[in-house]
């Protein structure tokens, strides 16, 4: 199957850091745009990041500086390094596949909550 699954969520306090992961698997990834999304509750779905097949990286302008996102084409990993963390920041983060061949894949999602 081509599907994504996120993992690395958790209860960080405020200031604090976190770094997800998604694994790919199907279809040939390294040729994949890929990109994180988030969600908080009451709101609509965000871009987070993207980063092209070559490793061109986009941010939202909210999160530039904070967050940095990579990719292991070798290990089909997509990631998202979070630092400075605050409360606005808790959400449902998701990772996006674009293939060629199967569309748009997301994944489920992991949950990141910033609290004291």
């Known amino acids: 199957q081509v599907q994504l699954v996120e993992s690395g969520g958790g209860l960080v306090q405020p200031g604090g850091s976190l770094t997800l992961s998604c694994a790919a698997s199907?279809?040939?990834?390294?040729?994949?745009?890929m990109g994180w999304y988030r969600q908080a509750p009451g709101k609509q779905r965000e871009l987070v990041a993207s980063?092209?097949?070559?490793?061109?990286?986009s941010y939202a302008d909210s999160k530039r500086g904070r967050f940095t996102i990579s990719r292991d084409n070798a290990k089909n990993t997509l990631y998202l390094q979070m630092y400075s963390l605050k409360p606005d920041d808790t959400a449902v983060y998701s990772c996006?596949?674009?293939?060629?061949?199967?569309?748009?894949?997301w994944g489920q999602g992991t949950q990141v909550t910033v609290s004291s």
């Open positions: 996006k596949r674009v293939t060629a061949l199967y569309g748009t894949i």
């Open positions: 199907g279809s040939i990834f390294s040729i994949d745009t």
């Open positions: 980063i092209t097949s070559g490793g061109i990286t």
